[in-house]
């Protein structure tokens, strides 16, 4: 398999992603419970950036960009794990004599999310077809760009204070805002939906996009700014975030508008301090040690099997007689943990090598 040098802070940003879910689907207590959800938004803040600089770091060498090949290089990774363990998630009504094969259908061609709001065998999927709109979408817009030149790219120095691509991902970001504002106001007991639809929830990854446009492309004027306003900004950060332990998110207006936003502002600011801070090992390492953040990064470097297979773990914990719920979040954690580092390292490695062999990379 050909390796990429991978950021030990961003696989520990991944693990505190992956952790926050589990908080959120097994109580352990109840305010990490309420603040659980802000995992996924933490996922596809990281996600927009890390997908779109492979997209990025293809177009800086060859000028242009492949989205066959960038699709089929994601589909090795997200669709075996996730078809895999769809088996399992499907076994109980199958049993049961309960299975709705429409509703399989939506979760398996990853339209959940619009048919159902959350997935239907598998709710937590419903992040995964967002994602994998992103993916397809990001593919189409930066070819467009790339190849076909719709937008000027190369106007990043041209005196202006944002370039055109920069501009389309403001407006793209405002008008997001807005129909959230929009849906929510005309369809108040579309709650799930409002919480799911792919066009409601696409600022976050694109924030990530953003993020990376600067990275590599405007890497300079990202370090400036972010020298000057070190502090303040990761003060502003951690306000943004104060709110997630005390309000449940479906039910909240205040959430699923600007909520939304607060939210990848402020997993924005904390992914640039840990991409310029040249020191980031040393502080997470000094605030939790090194041993913490080397098991949390390899949680993290697993945390897409963990998230797949957590579900079903926590539906089979259930039938144990258990009635101490620390207990209960113990297990749980410990086998979807266990489970997830298996399927990496021998399902999803086996499926990443034939990849890397019939259709590698060209940024590499």
Known sequence: MQQIQRLRELDF??????????????????????MGWIGVDLFFVLSGFLVSGL???????????K??????????????????????????????????????FFDVFFIQN???????????SWSLAVEEHFYFGLALLLWLIFNKK?????????????SAFEKLLFAVLIFVFL?????????????????????LRIDSLLAGVLISYWYYFKKEKLVGIYTKFRKPSLLLAFSLLAFTPFIEPVPSFFVQTIGFTMLYIAFGILLIHFLLDSNINVKINRFFSSYVVNCISKIGFCSYSIYVIHSFV???????????????????????????????????????????????????
């Open 67 to 104: 989205p066959k090949l960038f699709l089929i290089r994601r589909g090795f990774k997200i669709y075996p794990i996730y078809y895999l363990t769809y088996i399992g998630y499907m076994l109980p009504r199958i049993l049961q004599h309960k299975l709705q094969w429409n509703k399989v």
């Open 150 to 162: 719709i937008i000027r790219f190369d106007d990043i120095n041209n005196g202006n204070i944002f």
């Open 179 to 199: 129909i959230r504002i929009l849906s929510n106001i005309e369809f108040p007991d579309e709650a799930a939906r409002n919480t799911t639809m792919s066009h």
């Open 114 to 124: 619009y048919a159902l709001g959350w997935g239907y065998a598998y709710p937590a």
């Open 314 to 364: 926590i539906y089979v914990v259930g039938f144990l007689p258990i009635k101490n719920h620390y207990v209960t979040f113990v297990l749980v954690f410990l086998i979807s943990i266990i489970g997830g580092f298996i399927m990496t390292y021998k399902i999803e490695k086996y499926f990443l090598g034939y990849r890397d062999k019939y259709f590698p990379s060209r940024a590499l």
């Open 55 to 65: 997209l990025f770091k293809e177009y800086h060498k060859f000028g242009s960009i």
């Open 13 to 34: 940003l991944r693990g505190i992603a992956i952790i926050l879910v589990l908080f959120r689907h097994q109580l352990l207590f109840p305010f990490l419970e309420t």
